[in-house]
């Protein structure tokens, strides 16, 4: 039985069963790992992502930090470098142990359908409520609990709902087939630019860019290379001046998104789409496309990947299309994961 009475206008909700977790995901098939095979053609592969200390500081967004190492302790010391014979005179190892605060969408990530979702109404009784794709609930009780120093701790988050939306359901199923790369950056190059369905559409009949049902899509804007060039410390006015964003507020465009069967959007820039949109009327929402793909069709999206040496070797080889390998970390509950993808073509 559906947890929802009512669901949104265009939303999947419900469309892969009432309990469905990896929305648009269930697209990516057996069929579709090996249409991403059949795109083998060299054996070539391209790390896409970034170092996962950049973009260095939080200019980009003031609550997430770069990753901090720490070593464990062994015996009161720093367990780094430690020689056994600290123990026994007779070993001679050496080792090296250490844990890593990390922000989980701080630089190359997925985003979860746990990450955003709107206000409502599910059940139909005249009152929105605070709920995330496919009907899953938050818990208003522990909305916007007091902060603490750090954060709050997770465990005061235990709601089954939203965290049955997290991100370990796209580890499980596997984010592993064929993707398409969209030229974003041979057009607009680094300049900030909204990209609308009629700029997506020329450049995809330009490139005779083809994208079919299942298919993840990859947009290279070079906003990446903005971010390596800035060494660790970007500045507010360079990284809110770069690169091509999609234009959230633009209906033709999410309606492509829908009728195109993508099964996720991954981008080289800071949100996929720009950040902020341009204003809507009446009450909307601020992330118009997170909350066409995440909320409504449960399209996840990949944010500040690491394209160019993959888009420029496609369009030096007139193709557009790759394997790619891009699982999440499988850590139960949270709403984004640092990525480490891998094409393949």
Known sequence: MARWKQRPEGSTWGDFGPDDQIGRLNLITREKVLEGIAEVKEGRTFCLSLPLELPGGNVLNPRRHPPKRYTTIRGGLANYNYPFRRENPDWIDVVSDDAVLLHTQYSTQWDSFAHVGQEFDAD???????????????????????????????????????????????????????????????RFGTKRTNVGYDDLRRIMDEDKVEVTKGDMVCFYTGFAEVIIAAGGKPDAKTMEGSSAVLDGRDDRLL?????????????????????????????????????????????????????????????????????????PLRLTGVVGSPATPIATA
């Open 124 to 186: 139909g009784d005249g009152k929105p409520e605070l709920v995330y794709y496919n009907g899953y609930r938050a818990d208003a009780d522990i909305y916007a609990p007091p902060a603490k120093p750090g954060g709050v701790a997770w465990d005061s988050f235990e709601n089954p709902e939203a965290r049955a939306l997290g991100i370990q359901n796209f580890a499980v199923h596997g984010i592993q087939g064929r993707a398409v790369m969209i030229d974003l950056e041979s």
């Open 255 to 327: 309606q492509w998104i829908t009728d195109s069967g993508a099964a996720a959007l991954i981008a080289d820039n800071y949100a996929v789409e720009a950040l902020p949109s341009r204003p809507g009327t009446g009450r909307h929402p601020m992330m118009p496309l997170h909350a066409h793909c995440l909320f409504k069709l449960g399209v996840p999206l990949g944010e500040i990947w690491y394209l160019t040496e993959l888009a420029r070797w496609l369009r030096k080889a007139k193709r557009s299309r790759f394997l790619l390998t891009a699982p």
